[in-house]
């Protein structure tokens, strides 16, 4: 069974663009939830989606946001980008919520 | 709500020693509990998990942690370590009923020749 895939892997970008970041789960897994890791804070969880409706959500601003699709595959956009928001990303499925959650490889944000 | 905390930021051991990563937790609601591993550049990897049942808990790559109730503890050991076993790790707990996982702010474990 294929793993977590996360694309782009890289990405570059500048101060007040948006940026859309994908996630494609393990076949069969319902939940993706995303978080966000940086030296400074650590891991943090972002949201959850289940069945394309978003079940959690930390506490992120606004311009933080997802959705997920009849597939499960999931986006996360981030708009108005700020240098804060360069961080690793990095998305996690499971098959719901009562099971282990297997992450993808990130996707490593720079903000310039 | 959740939260956890790693007492060490950084763990120097010779290789074939052995280990303890330290993690305790406090939570309101009942959770799993969960170490992972990060090697540099890539995602986490689950190393092990406690759901229930026997309070200790043996995962990959030789590593094992002990649930301990009423110390809100889940220390992860290793008997002898490797020169692989050099990376981040990071304690985790998530409540029953949903996905919300919280992390400790991770452990770098280094192993010398």
């Known amino acids: 069974k294929a793993g977590v895939t996360q694309t782009p892997r890289y990405l570059i970008k500048t101060r007040g663009q948006q940026v859309t970041l994908s996630c494609s789960p393990i076949?069969?897994?319902?939940?993706v939830s995303w978080y966000q890791q940086t030296p400074g804070q650590g891991l943090q969880f972002l949201f959850e989606?289940?069945?394309?409706?978003?079940?959690n959500k930390g506490n992120f601003p606004g311009r933080f946001s997802g959705r997920q699709f009849s597939n499960s595959r999931s986006e996360m956009n981030v708009s108005t980008l700020e240098l804060g928001d360069s961080a690793l990303y990095l998305c996690?499925?499971?098959?719901?919520?009562?099971?282990?959650?297997?992450f993808g490889p990130g996707t490593r944000l720079t903000v310039l | 709500a959740q939260s956890v905390t790693q007492l060490d930021s950084q763990v120097p051991v010779f290789e074939e020693a052995p280990v303890e990563l330290r993690c305790n937790y406090s939570?309101?609601?009942?959770?799993?509990l969960f170490w992972y591993v990060q090697y540099p550049n890539q995602g986490l990897q689950l190393l092990l998990k406690?759901?229930?049942?026997?309070?200790l808990v043996k995962g990959i790559n030789g590593f094992e942690a002990e649930f301990n109730k009423s110390q809100t503890s889940f220390h992860l050991r290793k008997p002898s370590v490797h020169i692989s076993d050099t990376a981040e790790y990071f304690c985790?707990?998530?409540?029953?009923?949903?996905?919300?996982?919280?992390f400790g702010a991770g452990t770098r474990l280094t192993v010398k020749p």
């Open positions: 985790a707990v998530e409540p029953y009923n949903n996905n919300d996982m919280r």
């Open positions: 989606y289940f069945s394309e409706t978003q079940r």
């Open positions: 406690y759901l229930s049942g026997s309070t």
């Open positions: 939570s309101s609601v009942s959770v799993y």
């Open positions: 996690a499925s499971s098959p719901d919520a009562l099971n282990e959650q297997f």
């Open positions: 076949s069969g897994h319902r939940s």
